[in-house]
């Protein structure tokens, strides 16, 4: 029974963890991001996230990653491992350039992360 959490700044390279874990030990992963937001970069209602966030952690293994600290200690109880990617800004930075523009982003919009990441 694995039960993962990855939190850490945009850009640390948490999806792409997740997505290899979640790949080598065949664990279903739950990304923040998508429970977060509804598309049009609409905020989801914060009592349906953290409901949808508790029935993830329910299950008996996940990985669930993403930046939104309120939405990740909901899995925290039931996580058997906690990693932080905790790196510095400047590949942070590098990180979300590399990735680009994904999600039906704008570049706007990409302008925006990057400003609002690096706080």
Do not use: Y
């Not at 700044?9 to 991001?33: C, M, R």
């Not at 899995?75 to 790196?87: E, F, M, N, S």
């Not at 942070?92 to 039906?104: A, E, N, S, T």
């Amino acid at each position: 029974m694995s039960r993962l959490v990855i939190i850490g700044n945009s850009g640390s390279g948490k999806s792409t963890l997740a997505k290899a874990l979640g790949d080598a030990f065949q664990l279903p992963v739950h990304e923040l991001d998508l429970i977060h937001w509804l598309d049009g970069g609409i905020r989801r209602d914060q009592s349906a996230a953290k409901s949808m966030v508790s029935d993830c952690a329910g299950g008996e293994s996940w990985i669930i990653e993403g930046v939104f600290g309120w939405l990740a200690e909901m899995a925290l109880p039931r996580a058997t491992a906690l990693v932080w990617t905790d790196l510095a800004w400047s590949e942070c930075h590098d990180g979300l350039l590399r990735r680009g523009i994904r999600r039906g982003m704008t570049p706007g919009d990409q302008h925006e992360l990057i400003d609002w990441a690096g706080g």
